[in-house]
């Protein structure tokens, strides 16, 4: 049963990846992946969030097949490493190192910082005091 949770969180994690990564390069261009990045921000802060407060140890109990559902197949159909990889590899092949080490400094650190404020707005939710 895992398997098929996981399979219909990933088809409604990808079109969520479409409709947030075409919304954000609608808004401000496509000349650099801004939709991959605020994707892969947004499921990292996601997934940070979800991952805490949904631990064994905290109050909001979550079997394993809504884990499975949540974060193996709905965001891991939405986060799009994988189209970072490429269009960071495209720009080192066009030879435009300044848009290449700026989407992978600003895709680590924001991703990083995504599932570090994830995770403690988790804790604040769990332990309000």
Same mark, same amino acid.
């Given at each position: 049963m895992s398997y098929l949770w996981v399979f219909i969180g990933g088809?409604?994690?990808? =079109?969520? &990846?479409?409709?947030?990564?075409?919304?954000? =390069?609608? &808004?401000?261009?496509?000349?650099f992946p801004w939709g991959t990045l605020a994707v892969n921000l947004t499921g990292s802060l996601a997934i940070g969030f979800i991952a805490t407060i949904a631990a064994p140890d905290n109050h909001w109990l979550a079997g394993s097949g809504a884990r499975h559902f949540i974060m193996l197949g709905l965001l891991g159909g939405y986060t799009t490493f994988s189209s970072f990889s490429l269009h960071t590899l495209d720009f080192m092949r066009a030879g435009d190192w300044a848009r290449a080490g700026g989407n992978v400094i600003s895709s680590v650190l924001l991703c990083l910082a995504g599932a570090w404020l994830g995770h403690i707005l988790a804790g604040a939710v769990n332990h309000p005091n």
């Open positions: 088809g409604l994690g990808s =079109a969520a &990846r479409l409709a947030v990564s075409e919304m954000v =390069a609608r &808004r401000v261009g496509d000349g």
